[in-house]
C-alpha cells in the first residue's frame, strides 16, 4: 500500500507541475481555419510574413515600405489611416524622426477611447523584428479585421496607433503622446510587445495611480489564457526597461495593460528575429488577449480602470487569474504568524515537538540554501569561462540555456535529497518548521517592502496545514499532503524558468533558490519517500547527463549562430585607421581583421553608445582604405545674450550615414536643441565629461544642427562620430560576408566604417 500510495504522490506532483505551465497559452489547435469574425492565427501571421521580409528600422530602404504596407492593410478595412511625422529625442537623447501610422473606428458614445498600440520599427542594424514588434502589429491589424467584420458598433472610439522609432528610445509613442490631440481622448492602451521569439505572453499593468481597477475590469474581460502576477511587475518596475506604454503613463498619466512575451531570448533584437522563428502559439496567446478585451473595453465605462488603491494578482490552473486588495496583505501576514506559533506551541504541547530538533532542523535547510545558492551564482560565470562563445551572447541567454535550467534545477533537487536523508532521524515535523519558517519571513518581507509578491503566503497557508496534520498524526496520507502541494507548485512552479529566461543565465540562482524553498514547503512529502538516497543520486546523475546534452548543443551554426562584430574606424585627428570588435572571444572571421592581444581603449576612446553599455574589445591598426569625406561642421551662429553663449552648429553628412554620435567633455551646458527639439534637464544634470551628448538615428540622409547655450567664457569641445553600416557592402574593404554559424552581434555598431573627428568651437 505505501509503494501505491508513493506511485500516486509522484503522478500528482509530476502532474501539477505539468499543469502549471501547459495551461498558459493556447494549444496548436487554435491554428486550425477559423471564421472570418474571429481571430486567425494564421491570418495573423501573413501579417507578420509581410512587415519582416526586411530590416526595417528608422532610415532604412524597407522602413518606407512597411509604411505603405501597413497605411494599405488599414485602408482595406474601410479606415482613413493617419500619418505623424515629427523629430523627438526621447530620455535617452536619441534624435529621430518618427513617423506614426494610426486610425480610428468611431465609436456611439463620448466617453474615453480604448487605443490598440503596438511598434513597426526593427532594431538597428540587422533585426527583421518579427516577433519585436511585427507580431503586436499583426495581433492588432487581425484583430481589429476580425471586429469590423462581426459588424458592430463600439460605444467608445478604438484607436489604432503603431509607432515609429520604440527601439530608439520610444520617440514614436512620445511624438504621439505630446504632440497629438487625440491622445486627450484615450482612456485605456493595450500595447502588445516581444522580448524574444516564444513562450507566454505576460500581463504586466501599468498605472501611476492603484491598479486595481485594472485588475477588476481585466477579470470581467475574463480572457481564457492569462498569465502574469503583480510580483512581476514589481520585479519590472526595478529594471531600466519601458515600453511605448511608459510614455502614456508617465506623460498622460494614461493606464494600460503590457502584454509581452519573453522565451527564446536569444532571438531578440538578432537577426533571427524572423517570421520562422516566431512561436505560432505565443502569436495566438497574444490573440487570446486582444479580442475578448477590444469587446469589452469597447464598450466599458474606462473611467472605472482608475483607482487609488492595489491589489494583489496571480494565476494559476483552474482558477485562472486570483486577485485580492492590498489591504489583505497585513491581516494575511498577521494571521500566518498567529497560526505558526499556535502550531509551534501545540506540538510543544502534545509532545509532538522537540524543541531542540526544531533548531537542529535549520541546519539542513540552511546547508541546502548555501550549497543551492553557490552553484546557482557561480554556474553562468563557469559556463562563461568553459564556453567563451557565450561571452558574446549579450542576452545572457545561450541557445542551449533550458537544458541549464533543467541541469540547475536537478542538480538543486539533488542536493535537497541527500542532504535532507543525511538528517532523516530529526523527522519531518521538526525538519519541516525551518523552511516554514523562512517562508513566513519572506512573506511578511515582500508584503513589506515588495507588495505584489505578497502572494507568496498562500502556498505558506498550505504547509502550515500540512505541517499540523503531521503534528496531529504521523501516519497521515501522504496522497493529501501531496493534495496540499498542488497550490504551491501552480504559484511557483514557473518561476523556477521565470528569470533566467526574462534575465538571462546570471540568474540561475533564482531557479536554484527557488527549487530549494519549493522543496522545502513539500518536504513532508518528500520526506515520505523511500530510497531518498538513491532519488538524490539519481537526480544528481540526471543532472549531469543534461549538461552532457548541453555540452553537445553548445556549438554555434546556422541555427545556432555565434554573434560576432567587426567595425572599420578612422580617426582623423591622428590620421590611424583601425580594425576593431566588440568579441570577447574572436571567430576566425574577426581574427583575419582583428589582431588578439591589443586593448581597445588605448586607441579608441570612444564607443557608440549601446543597450548593455558593450565596449570595443580589441583594436588593430590598418592601411587607410576609402572611407569617403568627413562630414561638414558648419558654425551657424556664436552669440552672447543674458551672459550666455548661444552657438549653433550644423552637421551635414558628406557619405551615406546611418548615424552620427557627439560626445562633449562639457558638463555646464544649460540647454541642448537638435533639429528643434530640447534635450531633457535630467539627462544633461546627469552627463559626465566626455559622454554622450546626442546620437542622430538619420533618415534621408538628413543634417544635424546642434544648440547650446553655455557659459560665455566656456569655449564648446565636441567629438563628432559618424557611422554608416557599409562596411560589407562595400567592395573597397575587401570584408566578406559572415559564415553561416555566425551572425551580427545585435545591440552595438556593427558591419559600419566610423569616422571620429574632434572640434572646438
Not at 517562508?439 to 498562500?458: R, T
Not at 514547503?521 to 548541453?550: C, D, E, N
Request: one cysteine or more; glycine letters at 6%; aromatic letters at 12%.
Amino acid at each position: 500500500m505505501k509503494v501505491l500510495s508513493q506511485i500516486i504522490t509522484a503522478v500528482i506532483i509530476v502532474l501539477a507541475i505539468y499543469l502549471s505551465f501547459s495551461v498558459l497559452m493556447p494549444s496548436k489547435d487554435s491554428l486550425a481555419k477559423i471564421p472570418r469574425t474571429e481571430f486567425s492565427t494564421n491570418r495573423a501571421l501573413e501579417y507578420v510574413k509581410a512587415i519582416s521580409e526586411k530590416p526595417h528600422y528608422v532610415g532604412s530602404e524597407a522602413h518606407e515600405s512597411v509604411v505603405a504596407y501597413l497605411e494599405e492593410e488599414l485602408k482595406l478595412m474601410g479606415l482613413s489611416p493617419k500619418i505623424q511625422k515629427g523629430y523627438t529625442a526621447g530620455d535617452w537623447a536619441n534624435l529621430s524622426r518618427a513617423t506614426n501610422i494610426m486610425a480610428r473606428i468611431k465609436g456611439a458614445g463620448n466617453g474615453k477611447a480604448l487605443l490598440l498600440l503596438s511598434h513597426y520599427d526593427s532594431h538597428p542594424h540587422s533585426s527583421y523584428g518579427a516577433s519585436d514588434a511585427a507580431s503586436g502589429v499583426a495581433t492588432i491589424l487581425e484583430g481589429v479585421r476580425a471586429y469590423l467584420a462581426q459588424g458592430k458598433t463600439p460605444k467608445n472610439d478604438i484607436i489604432i496607433l503603431f509607432t515609429d522609432a520604440e527601439e530608439l528610445g520610444l520617440n514614436g509613442a512620445q511624438l504621439f503622446v505630446n504632440e497629438n490631440k487625440w491622445v486627450k481622448d484615450v482612456g485605456l492602451v493595450l500595447n502588445f510587445e516581444a522580448r524574444g521569439s516564444g513562450g507566454p505572453s505576460y500581463l504586466l499593468i501599468e498605472t501611476n495611480a492603484g491598479n486595481e481597477g485594472l485588475v477588476h475590469e481585466f477579470k470581467e474581460a475574463n480572457p481564457e489564457f492569462p498569465v502574469g502576477n503583480s510580483f512581476m511587475y514589481s520585479i519590472y518596475k526595478l529594471l531600466p526597461n519601458d515600453t511605448d506604454l511608459t510614455v502614456f503613463r508617465e506623460d498622460a498619466n494614461i493606464n494600460g495593460f503590457n502584454f509581452a512575451f519573453i522565451d527564446d531570448h536569444y532571438d531578440y533584437h538578432s537577426q533571427l528575429d524572423t517570421y520562422d522563428r516566431l512561436d505560432k502559439e505565443t502569436l495566438a496567446h497574444q490573440g487570446s488577449y486582444l479580442m475578448p478585451l477590444v469587446a469589452y473595453f469597447a464598450n466599458a465605462d474606462l473611467t472605472k480602470v482608475v483607482a487609488d488603491d492595489d491589489a494583489v494578482y496571480f494565476n494559476m490552473p483552474l482558477l485562472k487569474f486570483v486577485s485580492y486588495p492590498f489591504s489583505f496583505i497585513i491581516p494575511m501576514l498577521v494571521v500566518g504568524a498567529v497560526l505558526f506559533v499556535l502550531v509551534l506551541l501545540h506540538g510543544k504541547r502534545t509532545r509532538k515537538l522537540a524543541y531542540r530538533k526544531v533548531l537542529l532542523g535549520l541546519v539542513p535547510f540552511l546547508l541546502v540554501l548555501l550549497i543551492n545558492g553557490v552553484l546557482g551564482y557561480f554556474m553562468w560565470p563557469v559556463l562563461k569561462g568553459m564556453y567563451p562563445g557565450y561571452n558574446d551572447m549579450l542576452h545572457g541567454f545561450t541557445y542551449n540555456g533550458h537544458w541549464y535550467i533543467v541541469a540547475a534545477t536537478l542538480f538543486s533537487l539533488g542536493s535537497c535529497f541527500l542532504v535532507y536523508r543525511a538528517f532523516r532521524k530529526l523527522g519531518s515535523v521538526h525538519l519541516f518548521v525551518a523552511p516554514i519558517f523562512f517562508w513566513l519571513l519572506l512573506s511578511i518581507a515582500l508584503g513589506i517592502h515588495l507588495k505584489g509578491g505578497a502572494f507568496f503566503i498562500i502556498p505558506f497557508y498550505f504547509s502550515l496545514l500540512m505541517w499540523y496534520l503531521k503534528i496531529r498524526d504521523r501516519k497521515v496520507s501522504v496522497v493529501l499532503l501531496a493534495l496540499l502541494t498542488v497550490p504551491a507548485i501552480f504559484i511557483l512552479a514557473p518561476f523556477v524558468q521565470m528569470f533566467p529566461v526574462g534575465l538571462g543565465l546570471k540568474m540561475m540562482i533564482a531557479t536554484t533558490l527557488f527549487v530549494t524553498l519549493i522543496f522545502g514547503l513539500m518536504l513532508p512529502v518528500f520526506m515520505s519517500f523511500q530510497k531518498k538516497k538513491w532519488l538524490g543520486i539519481v537526480t544528481l546523475i540526471l543532472g549531469f547527463v543534461i549538461v552532457g546534452v548541453a555540452h553537445f548543443k553548445s556549438g554555434f551554426t546556422k541555427e545556432t549562430p555565434k554573434p560576432s562584430s567587426l567595425v572599420y574606424w578612422y580617426d582623423a585627428d591622428t590620421k590611424k585607421s583601425f580594425w576593431a570588435t566588440y568579441d570577447k572571444h574572436m571567430t576566425p572571421w574577426v581574427s583575419n581583421y582583428v589582431k588578439i592581444g591589443k586593448d581597445a581603449s588605448t586607441n579608441i576612446k570612444y564607443n557608440f553608445s549601446s543597450k548593455y553599455g558593450t565596449e570595443l574589445q580589441t583594436v588593430s591598426e590598418t592601411k587607410d582604405r576609402l572611407i569617403g569625406q568627413e562630414a561638414a561642421v558648419t558654425k551657424l551662429r556664436d552669440t552672447v545674450y543674458n551672459n550666455r553663449r548661444h552657438l549653433q552648429v550644423q552637421i551635414t553628412p558628406s557619405r551615406l550615414l546611418n548615424r552620427v554620435e557627439v560626445f562633449s567633455e562639457n558638463i555646464n551646458l544649460q540647454k541642448v536643441k537638435v533639429n528643434g527639439v530640447k534635450l531633457g534637464s535630467e539627462f544633461l544634470s546627469k552627463r559626465t565629461a566626455n559622454s554622450k551628448l546626442i546620437t542622430h538615428y538619420m533618415s534621408n540622409n538628413d543634417s544635424t544642427i546642434l544648440e547650446v547655450t553655455l557659459p560665455v567664457q566656456e569655449v564648446f569641445q565636441m567629438t563628432l562620430l559618424e557611422e554608416a553600416n557599409d562596411l560589407l557592402a562595400t567592395p573597397a574593404y575587401k570584408v566578406p560576408e559572415r559564415p553561416e554559424s555566425e551572425i551580427p552581434m545585435p545591440f552595438v555598431v556593427n558591419d559600419a566604417t566610423i569616422i571620429k573627428k574632434s572640434y572646438q568651437f
